[in-house]
Each structure stands twice: as structure tokens, then as C-alpha cells.
């Protein structure tokens, strides 16, 4: 008997040991299983990156090509703009050069008609010469039928105002506005002109059109230009 249950050890041994192999296997093909699932996840999430990926490199191209048109219409914009200005500012230098022997003249760069302080108003006073409204009145007639905005804009020379100082404490700044605003008064109320369309700015000293560094260039800096703007009203 003794013979015999050596044999069946060895046999109950073995089968066990095939059960832990086939264990073994089975978990190692539910892992294979499992990471071929994961790795078949992976790959359907790569290939929606990669679709959404395209479809923004679509969208941005498109975004590009359209911002590129846009540029490409405001630049036609400006060059149209740019040409009528420069054929406005051509048109109204030729009607008023009439009017030169009066005391105006033409600012070339803005295309403004400039009124010389010494033709129009008394030095440190912002009050028109009565001599001087007559040729003012003629030029509202004029300007009064154009279409588009119209800009009043003061200007003097560097140098401070003294004699006057009490009656512009805000020195030539002031002096400059209040010029203009006369001359837009007398354009809304002599000229009929709808102030709707007109506005006022004092600059002083601060765009002189020659060198303050002479007599005549104070001269031609002491000014107010009357600014027309062609086309509609915005």
C-alpha cells in the first residue's frame, strides 16, 4: 500500500500545478484583453483629436483668408478716401483762390483755409475786425454749399501771452479757442451755416505750420483755418 500513495501524491501534485498555470494564463489573457481595449479607446480618441484638430486648422485658415480680405477692403478704403480727400482739398483751393487777395489763403497739407490774425483780428483780442467780416461773410456763402463737416481750428506762436494775460489766464490755448469760436459763431449766425455741422478746437501753439524762430513765421503761425470735410456727415 505503501507503493501507492507515492504514484498518487505526485499525480495530485502535478494536477495542481496545472491549475496554477491556467490561472495564470487566464489572467494574462484577460490583461491582453483589457490593454487591447484601452489601446482600442486610445486609438478612437487619437482619431477625434485628429479630426477636431483639422477641422480648427479649417477654421483658422478660414479665419486667416478673411481677415486677409478685410485688409485688403479697408486699404481700399483708404486709398478711395485718400483720393477724394486729395481731389476735395484740389477743388476747394481752386474756388477760393479768389479769395486770396482778401486775407486767406490755403494750407496745402489739411487743405483748410486759413484766416490771418492780422487781417481778421487785433493782436491779444479774440473780437473780428468789422473790416474783416464782409470778406467772411463772402467766404460762408461759399463754403455753406458744400457738403460735409466743418472744423474751426485756433492757432498762434510760441509766445506767451503777456499784455493780455488777465483776460486769458489759460494763455494762448484759450486765446486760440476763443478765436475760433468767433469765427464759427459768425459762420452759424452771419452765414447761416447749421452748426450741426461745425466744431471748434483751440491748439495754441502746438502746430505751428513755419519756424517761430522769425517774425514772419510767428506771423503765418497766428491763424485760424477753417477745415472743410468732404462727403457725409460721420
Known amino acids: 500500500m505503501r507503493g501507492l500513495c507515492i504514484p498518487v501524491f505526485i499525480v495530485s501534485l502535478l494536477l ?13 489573457e484577460k490583461s491582453h484583453v483589457d490593454r487591447g481595449e484601452k489601446l482600442a479607446n486610445l486609438t478612437k480618441k487619437y482619431e477625434v483629436l485628429i479630426e477636431e484638430n483639422d477641422q480648427t486648422n479649417l477654421k483658422m485658415r478660414a479665419t486667416e483668408v478673411l481677415l486677409q480680405k478685410r485688409e485688403e ?9 485718400t483720393m477724394v480727400d ?16 482778401e486775407g486767406f489763403q490755403i494750407n496745402k497739407e489739411t487743405g483748410g483755409i486759413i484766416l490771418e490774425e492780422s487781417v481778421f483780428f487785433t493782436a491779444g483780442s479774440a473780437t473780428l475786425k468789422p473790416e474783416a467780416r464782409s470778406s467772411l461773410l463772402r467766404l460762408a456763402s461759399v463754403i455753406a454749399k458744400k457738403p460735409g463737416r466743418i472744423q474751426v481750428i485756433g492757432h498762434t506762436d510760441s509766445d506767451k501771452v ?3 494775460a488777465k483776460e486769458w489766464p489759460g494763455g494762448n ?4 479757442g ?20 461745425m466744431s471748434f478746437a483751440g491748439c495754441g501753439e502746438y502746430q505751428p505750420i ?6 514772419d513765421g510767428k506771423r503765418q503761425n497766428r491763424r485760424v483755418e477753417i477745415v472743410l470735410k468732404g ?4
Open 16 to 28: 495542481s500545478a496545472g491549475c496554477v498555470s491556467q490561472t495564470k494564463y487566464l489572467e494574462m
Open 173 to 176: 490755448i484759450q486765446l486760440s
Open 73 to 81: 477692403e479697408l486699404a481700399l478704403v483708404r486709398q478711395t478716401a
Open 178 to 197: 476763443a478765436r475760433a469760436m468767433q469765427v464759427l459763431m459768425f459762420l452759424k449766425d452771419e452765414g447761416r451755416i447749421d452748426p450741426a455741422r
Open 162 to 164: 503777456v499784455k493780455h
Open 86 to 101: 486729395q481731389s476735395w482739398k484740389r477743388q476747394i483751393s481752386a474756388e477760393l483762390e479768389e479769395f486770396r487777395k
Open 231 to 234: 462727403g457725409d456727415m460721420s
Open 210 to 215: 513755419a519756424s517761430n524762430a522769425t517774425d
